[in-house]
């Protein structure tokens, strides 16, 4: 479909509405429909970040704010931000508040944290049992001499015992770090040595694509590499482990029942919370740190605003440690909602298997990707007709865009009119900058707003503000949630090159720094977006910009097509070369009747010039570790310029070479 779908008006009061009533009330602003809600927001930042502290009585955690708009935000400069001067917090208290009220009620009894693994093995972690066990995981922690500020690292895949384990070192004010298993210990010895861990959480293994996966060795292998370690808890069995690196001791004791109640620790808002780190696929992987207070507000007003999560919730977003999803998954148990942690291949046996888990758990608000929804439309599936799915309420995707024929697909084969939240920010800030929004009529292919306190903007390169027309996201105030720092840069210099140091700012322009992002966006004169790709792998023929989502929307919505991949060589003498790279589905050939259909497609949907110079059929296409496609440094080695790239940070390091031939067996 290209128009409107999903509901403008939910059956339930949501809690925008009631925020939206709240803000009236205490700010005397009346507001008609989202858009002046949002132009509120980012006009009054500091009222509006106050107003979402009231909202969720984070009195309640932190005592009373003080009045004035410098208690909110004391200095807007970015980068260097300063929140909340004086607040102290942590981020345990504004989860483990849900299980203390529900106190001894049977809701009590109701799951926080639900974990399935590919062969469908369940566990279970109640709201009353959760606060227990974070306290006993906390105090094995103090025992082992963790305390406030120490790192605390996990080599996990996505279980509920993760959760627990980083729950337990927050609220002791140490700081997390998670790697999800897929990494070979090296990979993840690249980024978690840089923190110089005290203590390590690793599995023994775990279940993928129908094999169980041993990874006994491999995690001793990343515990010999981290200098410092004196703890190892083991989820699984702790005995295959070799002594002398350090204290090695079960999961099982390490939240045996009967040690210290939990007690979280408060910290500054801006105290480190965790460490997340950039794909490192050139260079070094930069590691991001968060502080506690603007994460717990930026998840709350994007989980419990937006997506209209709560208590009566069960939110599933497939994801895994290495990935910001699994610390935005963790928002929805600041919402008193139920987690659901999956544990293994999102199409084993099959493309059905997570529409499964939705069904079996009553998933209401579903996260995933927009892979995951191509393969399943590519398998026929209907996962409506076939699967319970009447408590589901919203579809959410990120990762990548999501193109406009999947939104058609949902409506057709999921649900009629079920929202479908396309989201897109990133690791760097931890939440998405733009998304669906409970309420707001969504429009196929389309972001359907710049969520609230986000002063999200699109511009020309002499800083035009644009409407309707292609330019380069930038952010133009400071969002609670963007980084305390990098690790391991005090003069805060990596920082600042990598979304400040523009062709924007300094003297010369005399302007206040903004964050240039790296996507091209358009923003519609509806005040919805459309993202079409990162700004720094433009294709760029004949000096006219194109982004590449553009064309991946049109190539990958053809049946025989299970991914794509364009790409814009500059070659000598002003030549410029554009193949399309595409993967494909069963025993399909890229002969010259495919050939032809996609550029018929791709000249009908979107221009001349957006028709590559020649299709390729691939033996794959590379990503990050967590999907990204690597464009960028792709491009480089198609031109033959050097470029340093990790192998440890590829799916496939293998396609490395592959593509690497093609860039020298190409004539210019």
């Known amino acids: ?68 708009d410098d208690a909110v935000l004391a200095s807007a400069q970015m980068p260097g931000a300063r929140w909340f001067p004086g607040v102290r917090l942590n981020y345990v208290d504004a989860i483990l508040r849900h299980g203390h009220a529900a106190g001894a009620d ?66 002791l004010g140490a700081i997390w770090s998670g790697c999800g298993q897929d990494y070979a210990p090296a990979g993840a010895a690249g980024r978690l040595a840089q923190l110089a861990p005290k203590v390590l959480v690793t599995a023994d293994g775990y279940r993928y694509n129908g094999k169980d996966i041993d990874k006994c060795a491999d995690s001793a292998e990343l515990a010999a590499s981290l ?118 291949s999102a199409l084993h046996p099959d493309a059905d298997r997570l529409w499964r888990v939705v069904a079996d758990e009553k998933v209401t608000w579903f996260g995933t990707s927009p892979g ?52 897109s920010g990133g690791t760097d800030v931890v939440t998405a900058f733009a998304g669906g929004s409970v309420g707001v009529p969504v429009v196929a292919g389309e972001l359907s707003v710049r969520y609230l306190g986000v002063a999200l903007e699109s511009w020309a390169p002499d800083t035009t503000p644009l409407i309707g027309e292609v330019g380069e996201m930038v952010i133009t105030a400071p969002m609670p949630s963007m980084p305390v720092g990098f690790w391991q840069d005090d003069d805060g210099v990596r920082y600042r090159a990598a979304y400040f140091d523009h062709h924007w700012t300094g003297d010369g322009a005399g302007r206040t720094p903004v964050w240039r992002h790296g996507d091209w966006v358009t923003v519609t004169d509806r005040g919805s977006l459309v993202i079409h790709g990162r700004s720094d792998a433009t294709l760029n023929r004949n000096g006219i910009r194109m982004g590449s989502a553009d064309i991946y929307e049109v190539v990958e919505g053809i049946d ?73 440094p792709v491009t480089s080695i198609l031109a033959g310029r050097p470029v340093d790239i990790d192998p440890r940070s590829i799916d496939d390091p293998a396609l490395i070479g592959w593509y690497s031939q093609r860039g020298a067996e190409h004539r210019w």
């Open 227 to 344: 200098p410092g370690l004196v703890g190892h808890i083991v989820v699984g069995d702790p005995t295959r482990q070799p002594a002398g690196i350090a204290r090695v001791l079960s999961y099982h004791d390490a939240v045996a029942p009967g040690r210290a109640p939990v007690a979280p620790v408060p910290v500054d808002f801006d105290h480190p919370l965790w460490v997340l780190f950039s794909s490192g696929t050139t260079g070094r992987p930069k590691g991001i740190v968060h502080g506690h207070g603007g994460v717990v507000l930026e998840h709350l007003k994007a989980a419990g605003l937006h997506a209209d999560l709560d208590a009566g919730d069960v939110f599933f977003w497939q994801t895994a440690l290495s990935w910001m999803m699994w610390n935005y998954q963790i928002a929805g148990l600041l919402c008193g909602s139920t987690i659901v942690c999956y544990s293994g």
């Open 560 to 632: 025989e097509i299970a991914e794509a991949f364009v790409l814009g060589v500059d070659g000598p003498d002003g030549a410029y070369w554009m193949p399309l790279f595409v993967t494909l589905v069963g025993t399909a050939e890229v002969d010259d009747e495919l050939t032809a259909r996609i550029a018929r497609e791709i000249r009908t949907r979107l221009s001349p010039r957006h028709v590559p110079d020649e299709v390729i059929a691939a033996p794959g296409i590379p990503h990050t570790r967590t999907g990204k496609k690597l464009e960028v």
């Open 106 to 171: 049977a809701t009590a009894d109701r799951p926080a944290i639900i974990g399935v693994d590919e062969d469908g093995v369940r566990t279970e972690i109640t709201w009353r049992a959760l606060p227990g066990l974070v306290g006993a995981f906390a105090a094995t922690l103090r025992e082992l001499g963790v305390t406030e500020g120490d790192v605390v690292a996990g080599y996990l895949p996505d279980i509920g015992e993760a959760v627990v384990a980083f729950l337990g070192a927050a609220s």
């Open 372 to 423: 995951q929804l191509q393969a399943s439309r590519k398998a026929g599936l209907v996962p409506g007709r076939d699967h319970d799915l009447s408590a589901l309420r919203t579809i959410g995707s990120t990762g990548s865009s999501l193109a406009g024929d999947l939104f058609d697909w949902i409506d057709t084969t999921v649900a009629p009119g079920l929202p479908v939240s396309s989201i």
């Open 1 to 68: 479909m290209s128009g409107e779908t999903g509901s403008t008006t939910p059956s339930r009061r949501t809690q925008m509405d009631a925020f939206g009533d709240r803000v009236a009330e205490d700010f005397g602003v009346t507001t008609d429909g989202y858009d002046e809600l949002w132009t509120w927001s980012v006009t009054h930042p500091a009222r509006f970040w106050r107003a979402v502290w009231q909202f969720f009585d984070l009195d309640a955690i932190a005592g009373p704010l003080a009045d004035g």
